[in-house]
Protein backbone atom coordinates (compact mmCIF):
# COMPACT_ATOMS: atom_id res chain seq x y z
CA UNK A 1 0.00 0.00 0.00
CA UNK A 2 1.36 3.39 -1.11
CA UNK A 3 2.24 5.64 1.98
CA UNK A 4 -0.02 9.15 1.74
CA UNK A 5 2.12 11.55 1.09
CA UNK A 6 1.59 14.75 3.66
CA UNK A 7 2.12 18.20 2.14
CA UNK A 8 4.43 20.45 3.76
CA UNK A 9 2.65 23.98 3.57
CA UNK A 10 -0.57 22.34 5.02
CA UNK A 11 1.56 20.66 8.05
CA UNK A 12 3.02 24.14 8.84
CA UNK A 13 -0.53 25.53 8.54
CA UNK A 14 -1.54 23.25 10.94
CA UNK A 15 1.09 23.46 13.78
CA UNK A 16 0.77 27.19 13.51
CA UNK A 17 -2.70 27.40 14.12
CA UNK A 18 -2.14 25.11 17.02
CA UNK A 19 -3.96 21.65 15.48
CA UNK A 20 -6.75 20.96 13.55
CA UNK A 21 -9.25 22.19 15.07
CA UNK A 22 -8.03 25.66 15.48
CA UNK A 23 -6.80 25.62 11.96
CA UNK A 24 -10.71 25.06 10.83
CA UNK A 25 -11.79 27.74 13.44
CA UNK A 26 -9.73 30.07 11.40
CA UNK A 27 -11.39 28.94 8.23
CA UNK A 28 -14.66 28.93 9.14
CA UNK A 29 -15.12 25.15 8.75
CA UNK A 30 -15.04 21.84 10.62
CA UNK A 31 -11.86 20.03 11.29
CA UNK A 32 -13.41 16.96 9.66
CA UNK A 33 -13.41 19.20 6.39
CA UNK A 34 -9.54 20.14 6.86
CA UNK A 35 -8.75 16.20 7.93
CA UNK A 36 -9.88 15.47 4.44
CA UNK A 37 -7.53 17.96 2.83
CA UNK A 38 -4.42 16.59 0.88
CA UNK A 39 -2.83 20.20 0.54
CA UNK A 40 -4.24 24.00 1.64
CA UNK A 41 -7.73 24.09 -0.68
CA UNK A 42 -6.73 27.17 -3.33
CA UNK A 43 -9.71 29.03 -2.81
CA UNK A 44 -8.67 28.66 0.81
CA UNK A 45 -4.92 29.83 0.88
CA UNK A 46 -5.37 33.59 1.35
CA UNK A 47 -7.28 32.66 4.63
CA UNK A 48 -5.06 30.44 5.65
CA UNK A 49 -2.37 32.66 5.28
CA UNK A 50 -3.78 35.44 6.88
CA UNK A 51 -4.58 33.36 10.18
CA UNK A 52 -1.93 31.39 10.74
CA UNK A 53 1.10 34.07 9.39
CA UNK A 54 2.28 30.86 7.10
CA UNK A 55 3.29 32.68 3.69
CA UNK A 56 1.21 31.61 0.78
CA UNK A 57 4.69 30.42 -1.65
CA UNK A 58 4.89 27.61 1.04
CA UNK A 59 1.14 26.89 1.64
CA UNK A 60 0.53 26.45 -2.23
CA UNK A 61 4.10 26.40 -4.47
CA UNK A 62 2.88 25.05 -7.18
CA UNK A 63 0.59 28.41 -7.26
CA UNK A 64 2.43 31.04 -5.80
CA UNK A 65 5.67 31.39 -6.94
CA UNK A 66 8.42 32.51 -4.43
CA UNK A 67 9.19 36.13 -4.12
CA UNK A 68 11.76 37.39 -6.21
CA UNK A 69 15.15 39.34 -4.77
CA UNK A 70 15.16 42.42 -5.58
CA UNK A 71 18.02 43.50 -7.82
CA UNK A 72 20.26 46.49 -6.72
CA UNK A 73 21.09 49.06 -9.01
CA UNK A 74 24.36 49.74 -10.22
CA UNK A 75 25.98 53.04 -8.13
CA UNK A 76 26.05 55.69 -10.73
CA UNK A 77 29.82 57.16 -11.50
CA UNK A 78 30.59 60.48 -10.39
Known sequence: MAKVREDAGLIAAIEAAG?????????????QNVCKWKRVPAERVLEVEHGTGIAREILRPDIYAP????????????
Open 67 to 78: PRPKRQRPAAHV
Open 19 to 31: GITKLAVIVKTTA
